[in-house]
């Protein structure tokens, strides 16, 4: 049986994979995750070896810098040999570049709302107060400060690759494998 984890799922729930997340049932979701999961304190709920394959979509970009390399140990851990995680993170250099551009005037006159909130997260604005403290981004990364965190946890970091919508500029999206 194939073992896929999608861990800190949010909103984006994966049909066929075990959705971890950190509030059990975001708000406008027709469900919540599978299992309430903590990525600052909790160990991912899974055998050594056992996961085919590991999504952390946006994971980092919520966690202070701390958590990152427990982080990556623990997908490491649960990861069988040969076993695939893909990074999802926001461009933060191609983001910054936007909002500079449009407080300057260039894009809006009122400046560019969806790259502030890349930059520092919705913070309640879309989810509620009650959600704001997770609804926080704590640090960001380039490809190549993404591809440098992966490699320092032992991942063999391969191709960037798109996995959403076009429309979706600020896509940080790497494929890695645990050797």
Known sequence: MTLRINLASGTDLKEGWLNLDIVPRWPNTA???????????DKIPFPDGSADEVYAGYLLLHLAPMYHSPVLAEIRRVLQPGGILVVGEVDMPKVMERWLRSVAGVFAQDGDARAAELIWGEQGIEHGAELAAFDKHCCGFSEATLRRRLAQSGFDVGARVQIHHPDVWWELTLQCRWP
């Open 31 to 41: 469900r919540g995750c599978d299992v309430v999961w903590d990525a600052r304190k």
